[in-house]
């Protein structure tokens, strides 16, 4: 959990930053963030699906 917190926090502050310093974002349109968040559920959900399968 710390290193999802550091994570964020760490890219809330470079986000400041960028956006004091007028520089454009690197990251992806939205849509390609939403994929990625699909890619990790999707990731998350085999597992859980074995383990229910299993009981």
């Known amino acids: 959990m710390w290193s999802i917190l550091l994570a964020l926090g760490t890219g809330i502050v470079i986000g400041v930053v960028f956006q004091s310093l007028r520089i ?4 992806p349109p939205m849509l390609g963030l939403i994929g990625l968040i699909g890619m990790f559920l999707g990731q998350r959900l085999i597992p859980w699906i074995k383990l229910l399968l299993n009981h």
């Open 24 to 27: 454009p974002s690197p990251a």
